[in-house]
């Protein structure tokens, strides 16, 4: 009995683990790293969630409409070591954004770097991805 437990929990485990490594990908398999963007925005919010953090940002056009983009950033860990906090970018904090489009041509980006209006700029990426430009 005490065997057939362990063993139905180590399937359990097993199965999560895989469910939660199959949810997290490649930055090629969403991202275009020949199609940069970049752009000055306000942050609307940011979602600190796993397996990445989110920004999202309002974009003025030239036309005077906005545009509401999402722009993916490295693990809240990662984030958290390099700096941000929960209060790092508030909504209304103005920021200017590089990146990589989405391949389906969505408002969403995977984000490389962003800077402050003070200048300060900080690496959005996640270490040993596969994205353009990642230290090593």
């Given at each position: 009995?005490?065997?057939?437990?362990?063993?139905?929990?180590?399937?359990?485990?097993?199965?999560?683990?895989?469910?939660?490594?199959?949810?997290?990908?490649?930055?090629?398999?969403?991202?275009?790293?020949?199609?940069?963007?970049?752009?000055?925005?306000?942050?609307?919010?940011?979602?600190?969630?796993?397996?990445?953090?989110?920004?999202y940002?309002?974009v003025?056009?030239?036309?005077?409409?906005?545009?509401?983009?999402?722009?993916?950033?490295?693990?809240?860990?990662?984030?958290?070591?390099?700096?941000?906090?929960?209060?790092?970018?508030?909504?209304?904090?103005?920021?200017?954004?590089?990146?990589?489009?989405?391949?389906?041509?969505?408002?969403r980006?995977?984000?490389?770097?962003?800077?402050?209006?003070?200048?300060?700029?900080?690496?959005?990426?996640?270490?040993?991805?596969?994205?353009?430009?990642?230290?090593?």
């Amino acid at each position: 009995m005490r065997v057939s437990s362990i063993l139905s929990t180590s399937a359990v485990i097993a199965l999560l683990a895989a469910a939660s490594a199959q949810a997290h990908h490649s930055f090629a398999a969403e991202f275009d790293a020949n199609q940069p963007v970049h752009f000055t925005g306000v942050v609307k919010r940011m979602q600190w969630t796993n397996p990445h953090a989110w920004i999202y940002v309002d974009v003025a056009q030239a036309d005077g409409s906005v545009e509401e983009w999402a722009i993916e950033a490295g693990t809240p860990n990662v984030l958290f070591r390099r700096g941000f906090t929960k209060d790092s970018l508030a909504a209304g904090t103005e920021i200017v954004v590089d990146g990589y489009r989405a391949k389906d041509g969505s408002r969403r980006a995977n984000g490389r770097d962003l800077t402050f209006a003070d200048g300060r700029t900080l690496f959005l990426g996640s270490p040993g991805n596969d994205t353009p430009g990642t230290p090593r």
